[in-house]
């Protein structure tokens, strides 16, 4: 059982010798440990490997800091799954194929600071300096995603923010958040937190703002 120096500091740990025997409840809040836990069953039932998905940073609930997860079976010498190993890159470490991110720098900042506004694919090849495909295809191999799904998931995860720190209705955060209405907003939070806006603001203690 290994835990690096990062992940000690998102459990709030000052060794991995005070994680071990714990779980993911004792550290995160119940939905995103819930989800933790899942992903390493799946692994552990299937044998299959989660490579590359796009998540949100496992700090706390509602972070817009994103990262990319994968997970991989442990396996003994019978072949038999006796184990996970996870490993989570922060967005704005990631390396791209080239061996640098500076293409993709500035993307992802104006992703972060702009995502409540109408960015569009070409918008943002632009300022990459590089054509929609080849952006495009850049984009999904170093970040496991879309530059529109990669959009949806900074919006839902600010989204999730305002839901727990304000008084704001959920229409008001969809509209504030880019999204074009409280029915897409729905759709598209749901897909990614597996729950409706209203059931994550019930089943979520409220924040000071």
């Known amino acids: ?30 939905q995103r ?19 590359n998905r796009m998540e949100s940073a496992p700090e706390d609930a509602g972070s817009p800091r994103l990262v990319v997860t994968s997970k991989v079976p442990l396996r003994d010498q019978k072949g038999r799954v006796i184990g996970v190993a996870g490993i989570s890159r922060q967005i704005e470490r990631i390396q791209t194929p080239s061996g640098t991110a500076d293409a993709f720098s500035q ?4 992703l972060h600071r702009d995502y409540a506004k109408n960015l569009s694919t070409e918008q943002l090849a ?9 952006f495009e295809r850049r984009f999904r191999r170093a970040f496991g995603a879309s530059p529109r799904q990669y959009l949806v998931r900074v919006r839902v995860e600010n989204a999730s923010r305002l839901l727990l720190s304000s ?10 958040c880019g999204f074009y209405d409280h029915a897409h907003f729905s759709r598209s939070f749901r ?6 806006p209203s059931q994550y603001r019930k089943t979520n203690p409220q924040t000071e703002s």
């Open 107 to 110: 993307v992802i900042e104006m």
């Open 191 to 196: 897909r990614v937190m597996n729950v409706t």
């Open 1 to 30: 059982m290994s835990l690096n120096r990062r992940g000690c500091e998102y459990c709030g740990v000052a060794n991995e010798a005070e994680a071990i025997g714990r779980t993911d409840h004792d550290f995160f809040p119940k």
């Open 167 to 176: 008084d704001q209705t959920i229409s008001q955060i969809a509209l504030a």
């Open 126 to 134: 632009s300022k990459a300096g590089l054509s929609v495909s080849h």
């Open 33 to 51: 440990a819930d989800e933790y836990r899942a992903d390493d069953e799946a692994v552990m039932e299937s044998g299959e490997s989660i490579i």
